[in-house]
């Protein structure tokens, strides 16, 4: 079975957004493996939390990505 985790920045995607992204993950892997793979491929949206990443040791928030 196709497993994708994406995770991505809270509050950034719309329900309508979401849906593109988990069906254009699910094409790629179609792409790859052909129709077999559609019914069972499996998309994962985390949606994290502000000041839960980091990048080489330094917390980014929504301020320093621009999205405050």
């Known amino acids: 079975m196709p497993f994708a985790n994406i995770k991505v920045p809270a ?11 988990q069906d254009a993950v699910t094409e790629a892997f ?4 052909g129709e077999r793979a559609r019914p ?7 949606e ?15 301020e320093m990505l621009g999205r405050s």
């Not at 994290?48 to 929504?62: E, F, P």
């Open 40 to 46: 069972t491929t499996l998309v994962v949206l985390e």
């Open 48 to 62: 994290v939390a502000d000041g839960g990443w980091s990048l080489g040791g330094t917390v980014l928030t929504a």
């Open 30 to 33: 179609v792409g790859v493996y």
């Open 11 to 21: 509050d950034t995607l719309t329900p309508e957004s979401k849906k593109r992204l």
